[in-house]
């Protein structure tokens, strides 16, 4: 799976939107992007993923650029329980075995102020 | 929405003893998988099962044993509980076809060995 970086936090205020940037400039034409996010002492939640177009779900938008190289994840009207380490994992669609298993980096710490 | 439960959020448990941890899905997944985080080390995959009675280890399986005699349940066992299995478990499933595959993560089980 292809490497990513995260700066390792960033802040908002409460009812703006959060845009969280993710660079892998070496992601592979097959791998997607994806994102999680983890709420303090609680298991990993799935937020979002994509190859190549804009996607957009009930909890946020994904950004990727032409390249492919970067990708930003948009949390519209963020809240304080958007609080959370969030997660961007490039990998493969298609994977068997224990290789199916997800690796994650040290993500992004975003702190959502009043 | 996809649930999965698993059995304590928290755990204490003393040197030597037999420890079962047990995961619960409700989306007829086929993948079901075990992970332990700790800090500064990310996710780390124990065990894999992907259909019932099928196992594959994971990165570091010594010490650890599970049980898929159901597709919704899948255990991990600690069959002699040491300090250092001290750690937040989480377990996780998803489907077997179709892509990408995002993986459902349960709300952890913090386990403390004294």
């Known amino acids: 799976d292809a490497k990513t970086t995260q700066p390792p936090s960033m802040d908002c205020a409460e009812g703006r939107a959060a845009n969280l940037p993710c660079n892998h400039s070496?992601?592979?034409?097959?791998?997607?992007v994806y994102w999680y996010r983890q709420i303090h002492s609680q298991g990993p939640q799935y937020i979002i993923h994509?190859?190549?177009n804009n996607e957009t779900n009930e909890m946020a938008s994904l950004i990727i650029t032409e390249d492919r190289k970067s990708s930003t994840l948009i949390l519209p009207h963020a809240t304080l329980r958007d609080t959370a380490v969030y997660y961007c994992?490039?990998?493969?669609?298609?994977?068997?075995?224990?290789?199916?298993?997800?690796?994650f980096g040290k993500g992004i710490t975003l702190s959502v102020r009043p | 929405d996809v649930k999965v439960t698993q059995s304590s959020r928290y755990l204490v448990k003393r040197t030597g003893e037999k420890v079962f941890l047990e995961c619960v899905q409700d989306?007829?997944?086929?993948?079901m998988f075990w992970y332990r985080q700790d800090p500064g080390l990310g996710l780390r995959l124990i065990y894999f099962s992907y259909d019932v009675k099928m196992k594959e280890k994971g990165d570091i399986p010594e010490g650890y044993s599970v049980s898929r005699e159901k597709k919704e349940r899948f255990s991990l066992i600690l069959e002699s509980a040491s300090t250092n299995q001290t750690s937040m478990y989480l377990c996780a499933s998803s489907l077997v076809s179709g892509s990408p595959r995002e993986q459902f993560f349960g709300p952890g089980t913090r386990l403390t060995v004294l």
């Open positions: 070496t992601i592979s034409g097959n791998e997607y």
């Open positions: 994509g190859l190549k």
């Open positions: 994992i490039v990998r493969a669609p298609s994977f068997t075995g224990a290789n199916s298993k997800l690796t």
């Open positions: 989306m007829d997944h086929e993948n």
